[in-house]
């Protein structure tokens, strides 16, 4: 039996590589794999092998990748949105509480007391130093109500707090699974004036880079607290150092340190903890290998970050051709002139696109010769071509 190769740059769950099945084999040689499975090596200055077909994240987050340069060598890149949301979406209720009630403080404090017999009396006298106030009764801004966000709206729910959420782009599941009671808003500022808690979920992108910056701090409720759970860059450091040193936001809670936000007051920032449990690194593994493993033996696409989701189901056929191509006008046309010259008949077919770039499926009733996908790879705007044969062998035009 052929296999096709999987190398792994990071470790990944064990439960993750039970997904794949018999014709798959682990290989240490990176430059003989056709699926790469990472969770936060860096690969931006690497060299991308002939044979690789596609990078599987365990996570979300990809910028430790060089979509672009994959793109133009088709190359799909996958993530796993959702596969810890839940680990992201219970630290920010817990960096809520911490937020709201001394806690970290006052179990230091009481480590560095003395034990003896006069501790209790201590306690008792101390610890209003330590108090805060309840969640409960509190308003909540969720920005951003996708996998993590309405999560995290409908734990606000859960505490009897007021929630508020903005998303103009909501996805119908996230938008089914949302408690009735939360105010949906579609200006931020609205959203930043009326609430205590204001937590960020949405992704980094040149739109969202620097999402909260003075003109919405000063916006915000007078004391409120920000949590940023989502990505650094989300916020204008600056204009965070100033509100806090002005009072206008009495906490800030993040997960991402740096030597700027590690010197600032009246902030607490975590390890980078969101995703950091044995449940999310197993969900995350096991969701990028049935992703890379559907896309090698179907070419079907989900969840990918640099091209369309396309799918055909699986492949029934003795044949299935896969084409990524840049997204300019004639080129199915052309392709499908091609089967016909070929004496190809194509049994069923889709294609999609987004932006720049679009990819197609075929399916035909007959072995599809090695040099017609060459042909097709040869082709103007064409990415790559794959060939995938019902049989188990591998790709034609590797």
């Given at each position: 039996?052929?296999?096709?190769?999987?190398?792994?740059?990071?470790?990944?769950?064990?439960?993750?590589?039970?997904?794949?099945?018999?014709?798959?084999?682990?290989?240490?040689?990176?430059?003989?794999?056709?699926?790469?499975?990472?969770?936060?090596?860096?690969?931006?200055?690497?060299?991308?092998p002939t044979r690789l077909k596609a990078i599987a994240r365990a996570g979300a987050g990809v910028n430790n990748i060089p979509l672009e340069r994959c793109t133009r060598q088709g190359i799909v890149v996958f993530n796993t949105p959702g596969a810890n949301?839940?680990?992201?979406?219970?630290?920010?209720?817990?960096?809520?509480?911490?937020?709201?009630?001394?806690?970290?403080?006052?179990?230091?404090?009481?480590?560095?007391?003395?034990?003896?017999?006069?501790?209790?009396?201590?306690?008792?006298?101390?610890?209003?130093?330590?108090?805060?106030?309840?969640?409960?009764?509190?308003?909540?801004?969720?920005?951003?109500?996708?996998?993590?966000?309405?999560?995290?709206?409908?734990?606000?729910?859960?505490?009897?707090?007021?929630?508020?959420?903005?998303?103009?782009?909501?996805?119908?599941?996230?938008?089914?699974?949302?408690?009735?009671?939360?105010?949906?808003?579609?200006?931020?500022?609205?959203?930043?004036?009326?609430?205590?808690?204001?937590?960020?979920?949405?992704?980094?992108?040149?739109?969202?880079?620097?999402?909260?910056?003075?003109?919405?701090?000063?916006?915000?409720?007078?004391?409120?607290?920000?949590?940023?759970?989502?990505?650094?860059?989300?916020?204008?450091?600056?204009?965070?150092?100033?509100?806090?040193?002005?009072?206008?936001?009495?906490?800030?809670?993040?997960?991402?340190?740096?030597?700027?936000?590690?010197?600032l007051p009246n902030t607490l920032a975590l390890p980078h903890l969101g995703a950091a449990t044995e449940e999310a690194e197993e969900n995350?593994?096991?969701?990028?290998?049935?992703?890379?493993?559907?896309?090698?033996?179907?070419?079907?696409?989900?969840?990918?970050?640099?091209?369309?989701?396309?799918?055909?189901?699986?492949?029934?056929?003795?044949?299935?051709?896969?084409?990524?191509?840049?997204?300019?006008?004639?080129?199915?046309?052309?392709?499908?002139?091609?089967?016909?010259?070929?004496?190809?008949?194509?049994?069923?077919?889709?294609?999609?696109?987004?932006?720049?770039?679009?990819?197609?499926?075929?399916?035909?009733?007959?072995?599809?010769?090695?040099?017609?996908?060459?042909?097709?790879?040869?082709?103007?705007?064409?990415?790559?071509?794959?060939?995938?044969?019902?049989?188990?062998?591998?790709?034609?035009?590797?």
């Amino acid at each position: 039996m052929k296999h096709r190769r999987v190398a792994l740059l990071n470790n990944i769950s064990p439960l993750g590589l039970k997904e794949f099945g018999a014709n798959y084999a682990l290989t240490q040689n990176h430059g003989d794999a056709d699926l790469w499975l990472v969770r936060s090596a860096d690969l931006l200055e690497t060299d991308m092998p002939t044979r690789l077909k596609a990078i599987a994240r365990a996570g979300a987050g990809v910028n430790n990748i060089p979509l672009e340069r994959c793109t133009r060598q088709g190359i799909v890149v996958f993530n796993t949105p959702g596969a810890n949301a839940n680990a992201v979406a219970e630290l920010v209720v817990a960096g809520m509480l911490l937020s709201a009630r001394d806690i970290i403080g006052g179990a230091n404090w009481l480590r560095e007391q003395e034990v003896d017999t006069s501790l209790p009396q201590r306690v008792e006298k101390h610890k209003s130093v330590f108090s805060g106030s309840e969640i409960r009764g509190k308003s909540l801004g969720v920005i951003g109500l996708g996998a993590v966000g309405h999560l995290v709206a409908n734990a606000g729910v859960a505490m009897g707090m007021e929630v508020w959420g903005y998303d103009p782009a909501i996805a119908i599941e996230h938008a089914l699974k949302l408690a009735l009671s939360v105010h949906h808003v579609v200006r931020i500022a609205e959203l930043l004036q009326a609430c205590d808690y204001i937590t960020l979920h949405v992704p980094l992108l040149d739109s969202t880079r620097g999402l909260m910056g003075r003109l919405q701090m000063d916006r915000m409720r007078p004391g409120a607290v920000l949590l940023n759970f989502s990505r650094d860059q989300l916020v204008d450091e600056e204009a965070l150092e100033e509100a806090l040193a002005a009072g206008r936001i009495s906490k800030y809670v993040t997960d991402f340190a740096n030597q700027r936000v590690m010197s600032l007051p009246n902030t607490l920032a975590l390890p980078h903890l969101g995703a950091a449990t044995e449940e999310a690194e197993e969900n995350s593994a096991m969701m990028a290998a049935r992703q890379g493993q559907d896309y090698l033996n179907n070419g079907n696409i989900s969840n990918s970050v640099n091209f369309p989701a396309i799918t055909l189901g699986k492949a029934a056929y003795p044949t299935r051709v896969l084409v990524l191509h840049r997204n300019v006008p004639g080129i199915l046309s052309k392709v499908t002139t091609l089967f016909a010259k070929e004496g190809i008949n194509i049994e069923q077919m889709v294609s999609s696109s987004r932006g720049d770039v679009a990819c197609a499926l075929f399916d035909a009733s007959i072995t599809v010769p090695r040099a017609f996908a060459m042909q097709l790879a040869s082709q103007p705007d064409i990415l790559r071509v794959r060939v995938i044969y019902g049989d188990g062998e591998p790709d034609a035009a590797e």
